[in-house]
């Protein structure tokens, strides 16, 4: 079987150490997280882990299949790149003083979908929110004008169709 991305959507009360023991069950795999997002979710008191590894479909439905045996766990799903809407975003420091020479740097900030959060003499903070090709081909652009700083996030990401959990979380929102 061949490896390719996955994202694992995991809803879950939120409890302390539970983010330890799911990032074990990958590590026992020798499985390295690509990506790892938590937030609330669209229901009160549950919380979404969402992963990205890259591995076969196999080695998915056996880590979803441990990550379902922790008691906090409700429900785990995974799903390939094509069942799903996602972004990253990324924050660019850039040095000023190469930045401001550039007379064309508008238009390529424009033109890459990007935009301008902060100005200070001494550096420029550009936001990119995309695909991961598109946050690191901003990255390549950007290297060549002193770039000071970069961070990227985790994935975020929803489901093109409808998942099942939606009734599963609302009888523990009625319950909680």
Do not use: C, W
């Amino acid at each position: 079987m061949e490896k390719k991305n996955f994202t694992v959507s995991i809803y879950t009360e939120n409890n302390i150490g539970l983010l330890s023991r799911i990032a074990a069950i990958f590590q026992k795999r020798h499985i390295n997280i690509e990506s790892i997002t938590a937030s609330r979710s669209e229901v009160n008191g549950v919380m979404r882990f969402i992963i990205v590894v890259q591995v076969t479909e196999d080695q998915v439905k056996k880590i979803v299949g441990q990550i379902e045996k922790q008691i906090e766990v409700i429900k785990a799903f995974y799903h390939t790149d094509d069942e799903m809407i996602y972004q990253e975003t990324a924050l660019y420091k850039v040095n000023s003083a190469d930045f401001v020479e550039d007379l064309n740097i508008q238009d390529f900030i424009k033109g890459s979908n990007a935009r301008i959060v902060t100005v200070t003499p001494k550096f420029f903070v550009i936001e990119k929110t995309g695909k991961r090709h598109e946050t690191d081909s901003l990255y390549e652009k950007l290297k060549p004008y002193g770039l000071m700083q970069f961070v990227r996030s985790g994935t975020i990401a929803v489901t093109k169709n409808e998942m099942p959990i939606s009734n599963i979380l609302e009888q523990f929102d009625t319950t909680n």
